[in-house]
């Protein structure tokens, strides 16, 4: 979906069309006052005091029908200039427009406004020449929004639309729009029963519901799995941690407006952890190893916390309380190539199971110049920075250089992917780092018997569980691979009071065979049964009438499919097993 931000024409065009957004309202809402009304990557959006008015869902047509009024008037735009004090007196009536006029710096400030027709409006532009180019635009939908975005403000009333320079690319997007609703895993993961939120636990809290607990579990099955054949070995370390801990490792000066408040409990001061390495440092500096010890891999599915605006929390994808695929890998400088070939060849493995294949590398690099945000020893940086180099240029992948956004203690990789619908997100990532091993003082002894600092690699395949669901949700629309879904199969005995005492058998044949099997049983009718099964996208639901009874067979029929398929129960059993054991997608 193409960000209108990032271009120039559809940018200036949206913004002239949230004017002709806010000049419609006026018509129609003749005591409405405006806030601000900038471009979005989806379009634009106008905040709007509309007193005791109330916008309503068909209230958007009512005003798209005035701004297409306006549109074929065809005013021109005209900007013009005036003093702080000028501007003072011109929106004398308007508390909003003061406060954005009187937080400007200088007296002599010279501000700008806009005037088509009967509306003005306090703005740096540019703008097109004519509303008469705002031809082909959509209102989206409407919420509450804070003023100032401050949840002690007042509450105002915001209107998206988006905008475009032809008809056709106004319909692609609504298409694109119509797309990304029906994969939204928010809509999906509450048909589905996968989490909910509630407000009495709190905003980006999400609650696994069984069905979400089932999924979450055979991801991370999947890959413990892969990292125990890898020699990781798995910890449970606390959600909290004291401020000195962070305090010690770094995280509590450049991280700290990111995680909760501090909480005093007795004599100590805690917090809730945002991330887990200082709890594994502190794991390998509880013994004494050798050079030979290394690499050491300490893996943790952890539970973590941060501070996200509660603006920016969005169901699974963006959350407060996290649960990351963590690990920490403990090497020798002379190892560090290798360990990261191993990380790098693993997301790809794992990216395969799943069928991602649209995604791109970042190398975020540091910036040589900026010596106060990276921790400063030239060998060690460039060491590194060629060494994961050399490794992406090995193994052929893809990437690009991003100077200045690496880590403060170390250069690091993450994995851009473009998913079905929206904006690109960050799944994987691995992070190189000299320097929390020296502020928590780790070691080990070299050949030469003397003390030698590790490097850490810290590393996430999935990113986190949270998100990684989310993707998944989204790619899939719900219809899980086999594998991973919450129920495999679902058996419908065609007349409950005949064929059920067959169907319970196959129930507990499945059962017994590890396969997450139900039975439905109801007294309701066949159809309306085969079309739950389908709603609920289990994959593969099971037909148990007279023939499959007495000939011992099972009848079959693949979600998304109008098919059915007949096999012998042990053929079918055999069949189930395969696919799940595949982990095919």
């Given at each position: 979906?193409?960000?209108?931000?990032?271009?120039?024409?559809?940018?200036?065009?949206?913004?002239?069309?949230?004017?002709?957004?806010?000049?419609?309202?006026?018509?129609?809402?003749?005591?409405?006052?405006?806030?601000?009304?900038?471009?979005?990557?989806?379009?634009?959006?106008?905040?709007?005091?509309?007193?005791?008015?109330?916008?309503?869902?068909?209230?958007?047509?009512?005003?798209?029908?005035?701004?297409?009024?306006?549109?074929?008037?065809?005013?021109?735009?005209?900007?013009?200039?005036?003093?702080?004090?000028?501007?003072?007196?011109?929106?004398?009536?308007d508390p909003y427009k003061i406060d954005l006029i009187s937080r400007m710096d200088e007296e002599d400030t010279v501000i700008s406004c806009y005037t088509q027709g009967d509306f003005?409006?306090?703005?740096?532009?540019?703008?097109?020449?004519?509303?008469?180019?705002?031809?082909?635009?959509?209102?989206?939908?409407?919420?509450?929004?804070?003023?100032?975005?401050?949840?002690?403000?007042?509450?105002?009333?915001?209107?998206?639309?988006?905008?475009?320079?032809?008809?056709?690319?106004?319909?692609?997007?609504?298409?694109?729009?119509?797309?990304?609703?029906?994969?939204?895993?928010?809509?999906?993961?509450?048909?589905?029963?996968?989490?909910?939120?509630?407000?009495?636990?709190?905003?980006?809290?999400?609650?696994?519901?069984?069905?979400?607990?089932?999924?979450?579990?055979?991801?991370?099955?999947?890959?413990?799995?892969?990292?125990?054949?890898?020699?990781?070995?798995?910890?449970?370390?606390?959600?909290?941690?004291?401020?000195?801990?962070?305090?010690?490792?770094?995280?509590?000066?450049?991280?700290?407006?990111?995680?909760?408040?501090?909480?005093?409990?007795?004599?100590?001061?805690?917090?809730?952890?945002?991330?887990?390495?200082?709890?594994?440092?502190?794991?390998?500096?509880?013994?004494?190893?050798?050079?030979?010890?290394?690499?050491?891999?300490?893996?943790?599915?952890?539970?973590?916390?941060?501070?996200?605006?509660?603006?920016?929390?969005?169901?699974?994808?963006?959350?407060?309380?996290?649960?990351?695929?963590?690990?920490?890998?403990?090497?020798?400088?002379?190892?560090?190539?290798?360990?990261?070939?191993?990380?790098?060849?693993?997301?790809?493995?794992?990216?395969?199971?799943?069928?991602?294949?649209?995604?791109?590398?970042?190398?975020?690099?540091?910036?040589?110049?900026?010596?106060?945000?990276?921790?400063?020893?030239?060998?060690?940086?460039?060491?590194?920075?060629?060494?994961?180099?050399?490794?992406?240029?090995?193994?052929?992948?893809?990437?690009?250089?991003?100077?200045?956004?690496?880590?403060?203690?170390?250069?690091?990789?993450?994995?851009?992917?473009?998913?079905?619908?929206?904006?690109?997100?960050?799944?994987?990532?691995?992070?190189?780092?000299?320097?929390?091993?020296?502020?928590?003082?780790?070691?080990?002894?070299?050949?030469?018997?003397?003390?030698?600092?590790?490097?850490?690699?810290?590393?996430?395949?999935?990113?986190?569980?949270?998100?990684?669901?989310?993707?998944?949700?989204?790619?899939?629309?719900?219809?899980?691979?086999?594998?991973?879904?919450?129920?495999?199969?679902?058996?419908?005995?065609?007349?409950?009071?005949?064929?059920?005492?067959?169907?319970?058998?196959?129930?507990?044949?499945?059962?017994?065979?590890?396969?997450?099997?139900?039975?439905?049983?109801?007294?309701?009718?066949?159809?309306?049964?085969?079309?739950?099964?389908?709603?609920?996208?289990?994959?593969?639901?099971?037909?148990?009438?007279?023939?499959?009874?007495?000939?011992?067979?099972?009848?079959?029929?693949?979600?998304?499919?109008?098919?059915?398929?007949?096999?012998?129960?042990?053929?079918?059993?055999?069949?189930?097993?395969?696919?799940?054991?595949?982990?095919?997608?």
């Amino acid at each position: 979906m193409i960000n209108i931000k990032e271009d120039e024409k559809l940018s200036v065009m949206n913004h002239s069309c949230a004017h002709l957004l806010a000049q419609a309202v006026k018509h129609l809402y003749p005591n409405a006052l405006f806030w601000v009304g900038p471009v979005i990557e989806e379009g634009f959006y106008y905040d709007i005091d509309l007193g005791d008015e109330v916008i309503k869902e068909e209230d958007l047509a009512r005003i798209e029908k005035e701004m297409k009024k306006l549109a074929k008037d065809g005013k021109r735009i005209v900007r013009s200039e005036l003093t702080k004090e000028e501007a003072l007196e011109k929106f004398k009536n308007d508390p909003y427009k003061i406060d954005l006029i009187s937080r400007m710096d200088e007296e002599d400030t010279v501000i700008s406004c806009y005037t088509q027709g009967d509306f003005t409006d306090l703005c740096r532009g540019p703008h097109v020449e004519s509303v008469k180019e705002l031809k082909y635009f959509k209102l989206i939908k409407f919420s509450g929004a804070y003023w100032k975005g401050d949840a002690k403000n007042k509450m105002l009333q915001r209107i998206y639309g988006v905008c475009f320079d032809t008809e056709e690319d106004l319909n692609n997007y609504l298409k694109e729009l119509e797309e990304a609703k029906e994969r939204d895993h928010r809509k999906i993961g509450k048909d589905l029963d996968i989490f909910m939120a509630h407000d009495l636990v709190g905003k980006g809290m999400p609650l696994w519901l069984p069905n979400g607990a089932m999924i979450r579990k055979q991801l991370e099955n999947y890959i413990y799995e892969k990292e125990q054949k890898m020699g990781y070995m798995h910890v449970y370390t606390p959600c909290v941690g004291t401020v000195d801990l962070y305090k010690t490792s770094g995280h509590w000066d450049h991280y700290k407006d990111n995680m909760f408040p501090s909480m005093k409990v007795d004599d100590e001061e805690f917090v809730l952890r945002p991330m887990n390495c200082p709890h594994h440092m502190l794991i390998y500096g509880n013994k004494l190893h050798s050079y030979r010890d290394l690499p050491i891999r300490i893996g943790e599915f952890a539970t973590d916390f941060r501070y996200e605006a509660s603006g920016a929390v969005k169901g699974l994808e963006r959350v407060r309380c996290m649960c990351q695929n963590d690990a920490h890998l403990f090497v020798r400088p002379d190892q560090i190539g290798e360990e990261f070939k191993k990380v790098v060849s693993l997301i790809l493995e794992v990216y395969k199971d799943f069928g991602i294949k649209d995604y791109k590398f970042r190398l975020s690099l540091r910036d040589k110049e900026d010596k106060e945000k990276y921790f400063d020893d030239d060998e060690m940086w460039n060491m590194a920075e060629d060494k994961l180099r050399e490794v992406l240029n090995e193994l052929e992948c893809e990437y690009y250089e991003a100077i200045g956004e690496a880590a403060f203690y170390g250069p690091k990789l993450d994995v851009e992917v473009k998913p079905a619908v929206g904006p690109e997100v960050t799944l994987s990532t691995c992070q190189l780092d000299f320097l929390l091993p020296r502020r928590f003082e780790l070691s080990y002894i070299d050949s030469n018997g003397e003390k030698q600092v590790p490097v850490v690699l810290h590393r996430a395949i999935f990113g986190t569980f949270d998100r990684f669901t989310a993707f998944i949700i989204e790619e899939t629309k719900g219809a899980f691979p086999l594998w991973l879904a919450p129920t495999q199969i679902n058996i419908i005995p065609v007349n409950p009071e005949i064929h059920l005492d067959y169907a319970n058998k196959i129930f507990d044949e499945l059962k017994g065979n590890n396969i997450r099997v139900e039975l439905d049983d109801r007294n309701e009718k066949l159809g309306y049964r085969m079309r739950e099964s389908q709603t609920r996208k289990i994959p593969y639901s099971l037909i148990l009438g007279d023939r499959e009874q007495e000939e011992g067979t099972i009848s079959y029929r693949k979600h998304g499919e109008q098919g059915t398929t007949t096999l012998d129960k042990n053929e079918f059993i055999k069949f189930i097993k395969k696919k799940i054991d595949n982990k095919s997608v």
